[in-house]
């Protein structure tokens, strides 16, 4: 069965203070593996899509990497408007995405 | 900028009416997708269509039907609403070949 978890399930930053998201998927036949980040009470907004293991994406403080087993999301220097739900997704045959189940991210200034 | 759109952000509906909630993308995506979110429980699948009047089963469709008419608008039918069909509801769309989904601002439905 596809499933995708991820660690912590939340994590509290100083501003400045970098870390690193993780998260790990069995997916058949991934097609693609996306972050997106969810601010409370609103739908996910789309960070990144890797599809090779290797590749790396940056945005901001942000940079997503992609292993054959985990994809980590890295926030360096974080600011407390990067607090949120991050959360990522494996693509799979057929159309559909498997989510996990969010890391819940806090920077205090 | 891709752009999903929900008629609704907050609805209250009473047990056991019928409830409609519309999304609508302005993309020309062929998939669009209707996920229920819960705390603890995540994103799940209630329905997905792939094409015009074309549609599957998600993880969760009991209770739900749906309807696509016209390849930008996708509609989540509760036929008899209950109360634990209280939830956050979201609406995604994405093109071909596992794209990118991009998703609307939700909508917060609450059943009493």
């Known amino acids: 069965e596809d499933q995708v978890t991820q660690s912590p399930e939340a994590l509290r930053l100083q501003e400045g203070e970098s870390s690193s998201l993780n998260c790990s998927y069995t997916v058949s036949g991934l097609r693609g593996l996306f972050w997106y980040r969810q601010d409370p009470g609103k739908g996910p907004e789309f960070l990144f899509t890797?599809?090779?293991a290797g590749e790396e994406k940056e945005k901001e403080r942000l940079k997503a990497t992609l292993t054959k087993k985990e994809s980590f999301l890295h926030i360096t220097a974080p600011k407390p408007e990067d607090s949120a739900t991050y959360l990522c997704?494996?693509?799979?045959?057929?159309?559909?995405?498997?989510f996990g189940p969010g890391t819940r991210l806090s920077v205090l200034p | 900028d891709v752009k999903v759109t929900q008629s609704s952000r907050y609805l209250v509906k009473r047990t056991g009416e019928k409830v409609f909630l519309e999304c609508v993308q302005d993309?020309?995506?062929?998939?669009m997708f209707w996920y229920r979110q819960d705390p603890g429980l995540g994103l799940r699948l209630i329905y997905f269509?792939?094409?015009?009047?074309?549609?599957e089963k998600g993880d969760i469709p009991e209770g739900y039907s749906v309807s696509r008419e016209k390849k930008e608008r996708f509609s989540l039918i509760l036929e008899s609403a209950s109360t634990n069909q209280t939830s956050m509801y979201l609406c995604?769309?994405?093109?071909?070949?596992?794209?990118?989904?991009?998703f609307g601002q939700g909508t917060r439905l609450t059943v009493v």
């Open positions: 890797l599809y090779s």
């Open positions: 993309m020309d995506h062929e998939n």
């Open positions: 995604a769309s994405n093109g071909p070949f596992n794209t990118e989904a991009f």
């Open positions: 269509s792939y094409d015009v009047k074309m549609k």
């Open positions: 997704a494996g693509g799979g045959y057929g159309q559909n995405f498997v």
